[in-house]
């Protein structure tokens, strides 16, 4: 299906555990990101990456890695979850970083207990 | 660290009505802005985006913007329950991410 498409939907997770969320688009646009969103603080970016095998830190990239293998892929790994890190975690893809939208994938609900 | 405000609403309308929805930004030199919807337990999608200065409408839809007074709103005509949502402003500087404001919910009134 043509797209960008999250997984896990939902994870729950315990504290010091490592966990992946993936994200996949099909329309090989170049700009991929990683936003969380927690009540009153809106959208925030973790990371993005421009292309394959160049990424760059956002606003909040403390305990978060990525990678981008391949344009398509742009997976954010958790590497030790902590419980601040209970979040909705959305990955959007775009042709621009800033002159069009973002298309964004149907987030994942992350809790860590 | 550059802001973006919006009301956190609720901003209630009757159905039919205007709903008027106001951005603030602190950057001076703020280029794009954006305006998304977001239904309750889903993704943010865009609706509208504005570069210059003045009016831009598509269907029910107005984005206003006034850089001099560093604001941007969004206006909906004929407002329908199914436009309950919340509404993310989002700006940025060429050459910078975006920041988006952290949204105001609306609840049009049947």
């Known amino acids: 299906d043509a797209g960008i498409t999250q997984s896990p939907r939902y994870k729950i997770t315990e504290t010091g555990r490592q966990v992946t969320l993936m994200c996949h688009q099909t329309?090989?646009?170049?700009?991929m990101f990683w936003y969380r969103q927690d009540l009153g603080h809106g959208l925030r970016l973790i990371y993005y990456?421009?292309?394959?095998?160049?990424?760059d830190k956002g606003e909040v990239p403390d305990g978060y890695v990525v990678s981008r293998s391949k344009t398509e892929n742009f997976p954010l790994t958790l590497e030790s979850a902590t419980r601040s890190q209970t979040s909705v975690y959305f990955c959007a893809s775009s042709e621009s970083r800033q002159t069009y939208g973002y298309t964004f994938g149907s987030g994942t609900r992350l809790t860590v207990v | 660290q550059k802001e973006v405000e919006q009301n956190s609403g609720p901003l209630s309308v009757p159905e039919g009505a205007i709903a008027s929805l106001n951005c603030t930004y602190s950057d001076r030199g703020s280029q794009s802005f954006f305006w998304y919807r977001q239904y309750s337990g889903k993704s943010p999608e865009l609706i509208m985006f504005i570069y210059s200065n003045g009016d831009k409408e598509d269907g029910r839809f107005t984005a206003q913007l006034n850089k001099a007074s560093q604001y941007v709103s969004l206006l909906i005509r004929d407002s329908q329950p199914s436009d309950s949502a919340t509404y993310l402003c989002?700006?940025?500087?060429?050459?910078?991410?975006?920041?988006f404001g952290p949204g105001t919910r609306l609840s049009v009134l049947p």
């Open positions: 990456s421009a292309a394959a095998d160049i990424t």
């Open positions: 329309w090989s646009h170049s700009y």
């Open positions: 989002a700006v940025n500087n060429y050459g910078q991410n975006f920041v």
